[in-house]
């Protein structure tokens, strides 16, 4: 089942961290390298014709109005055309669906979807996060990035009971996994009253209910689906895209229950893959605080509509559960380098899916693998792909 | 002949200007409203499926992080998706060409590419040409827009005889196309001894060698072939579509005559399209000084290379001569906004291609229009499309 008309057949990334031995085309260049040094049959670089690159705010190192041309440049492509896309959190998932539209459009054969962030040399005051909304007449009034998800989690607590203890159930699974995980960054586990007893930044979100601010880069080879076992016994399939919009302004949005572009992205995901969550055999989802886990469950259709404390209480999205939720640990343990992480996930999909992520590998019987971001100013943008390894 | 998956079914743009009366959204609002009322048939909002923004550096005004969410929040299309595209100078080209691939992969039927641009309400030291590179530690020593053009400019010079008369001959053609375009910046006449007498910036380029720094936004509605009829008589196809990109750095390129990002993305544009330069009807390109409409001439095959000068000089690209190039006026008449150009220039193919030009409309008999921008830092990304009037 599903669209199906592009595979993956490579993928790489780069140990997600504080990288501050790094620059920004370092970090591009090993996880590209990684890619095409990890296809199974082999792979000539010469045969991308085309990139995406998810970038947010390469500005703040230099690289604005450049667009893409420094992928090529150092990555010996030069000639090949690469759009840069930035959207917010889902930046680097959005790079990968575009990259698909590319060679489903006939156009391209073979592609490159990389995405890449840095968001550590700068000072905290300087970085990504604290100048996304510089100049902005209205927003960027005292609403970081904690303070605008903490108004759901105080309206899902108030409306369902979430509770403190269910969000930090979230950090806990996710932490524990990430012990598995090699290209995480936080790979120690924390319990429940180590979350619960961290700072407050803001209420209910605790400082080890928020994601690491982390440097990462990824990339995932793309191709003609009938033309991926060329490179693999195994490619990838993408089986479904979705994407959805929400209002910009808090204001201006219906209710704070949950994230109405991650319900719409998720509804055309599943629709084009011709699924539904119940044939979803692991996600990886935006855990950028625990509380947007807990709605992710909801958004995604893991379960009904307030049960989303329930659902991380009961164990179901354990790595043994029946529905696996960030195997690799999530952004809460890996970071949230914005480019990145998109692309980071589905490395995460494609290596489950293959039956190859080692010791942390989850069943994958049911086959498809489920991809999500939501973010952006306003929460406003989101991301939802899905992956399977069969061709049909 | 061609690629004609999609069509064009719609444009709209606003007069390009210092529109300190404006913000960003206002621009964006007025150049989607001018496309959608302007659909032979009608047009519904609710048909669009998805939109592409072009906008290189909106986080001067507060929009980052943001990616496309605040072009469907704006207009009334929340829910949709929406990518936002950043690629220097050919952002706004860039845009529609992924807005191209979205419709040519089968999953969208109706989209919108729209693009938009604030390069005034910022102070000269604070807007986008001066911060470009802000933060990075070898590029931005000096090396504004001018300077790096200049470089091509003077070994032109030195390798073909290319004469600061001839450079002029540019702005004198282009300001005189602009004076019968609403649409321009600059809307008057001025003669070679006006761009020899203005101050000079980087030796040979004279302020009047140079595009003004200018506000504007335009957008354009495009749909699968198949479908075009149901919107308009008039369709314009995209025939086809390339991109090139360069080295990065002028000390790894390995001439200064022309860009060669210019000569791959025509290249492919015109294998896609089935056609080559004696096709072209009309031009509309990259002229944000002088020079570099001399060496598009060269890297389009309008010319031989060294003869830029000389067709300038022989009035081949005049509004009645063998291939009209700009007969918008260009960026040297209308402005550069990075996001909104590209696009613009798609607005004025299209006008023309469906005899709709008033006054300014050239000879469509050969039946297609080639739009080209380069540019980004480096000079290193270019975009090429070729539009026809033709389905076949």
């Not at 968001?119 to 209205?138: N, Q």
């Not at 998800?149 to 996994?177: D, I, W, Y």
């Not at 992480?341 to 693998?369: N, P, S």
Request: aromatic share 10%; proline share 4%.
């Amino acid at each position: 089942m599903g669209w199906n008309k592009v595979a993956i057949v490579g993928v790489g990334m780069i140990k997600f961290g504080e990288l501050f031995e790094k620059g920004f085309e370092n970090m591009m260049e090993e996880a590209y390298l990684a890619a095409i040094n990890n296809v199974d049959k082999g792979f000539d670089p010469k045969e991308i014709q085309a990139a995406w690159l998810g970038t947010s705010r390469p500005n703040l190192f230099g690289f604005v109005t450049i667009g893409g041309a420094f992928v090529s440049g150092n990555l010996g492509l030069i000639g090949i055309p690469v759009t840069r896309v930035e959207n917010g959190c889902p930046t680097g998932s959005d790079a990968f669906r575009n990259a698909c539209f590319g060679v489903a459009s006939g156009v391209y054969d073979v592609v490159l979807a990389i995405g890449v962030e840095k968001m550590r040399d700068k000072s905290t005051s300087e970085g990504l996060l604290a100048r996304a909304v510089e100049g902005h007449p209205i927003i960027n009034r005292g609403e970081t990035a904690a303070v605008t998800f903490s108004l759901v989690a105080t309206r899902h607590m108030h409306e369902f009971g979430t509770t403190p203890e269910q969000l930090a159930m979230v950090s806990v699974k996710n932490r524990k996994n990430a012990c598995l995980d090699p290209y995480a960054h936080y790979q120690s586990e924390i319990k429940v009253e180590d979350v619960l007893k961290s700072p407050m930044v803001a209420y209910p979100l605790h400082l080890f209910d928020c994601c690491p601010q982390t440097d990462g880069a990824a990339a995932t080879l793309l191709c003609r689906a009938d033309m991926a076992h060329k490179f693999t016994d195994k490619p990838v399939y993408v089986a479904g895209l979705g994407f959805g919009t929400d209002y910009l302004y808090f204001n201006e949005k219906p209710h704070f229950l949950g994230f109405d572009a991650s319900v719409r992205a998720a509804q055309q995901a599943y629709k084009m893959a011709g699924v539904g969550p119940k044939d979803i055999a692991l996600a990886e989802v935006h855990d950028c605080f625990t509380i947007t886990e807990i709605v992710d469950y909801e958004d995604l259709g893991f379960c009904e509509k307030g049960q989303g404390g329930k659902f991380i209480e009961s164990g179901a999205s354990e790595r043994n559960g029946i529905l696996p939720v960030n195997p690799s640990g999530g952004l809460i343990s890996k970071g949230h380098p914005l480019g990145a992480t998109g692309i980071a996930q589905m490395c995460e999909l494609f290596w489950h899916l293959r039956g190859e992520a080692g010791q942390r590998q989850v069943d994958v019987t049911k086959g498809y693998g489920l991809q999500h971001n939501v973010g952006g100013f306003g929460i406003a943008n989101s991301v939802v792909t899905i992956l399977s390894n069969r061709a049909n």
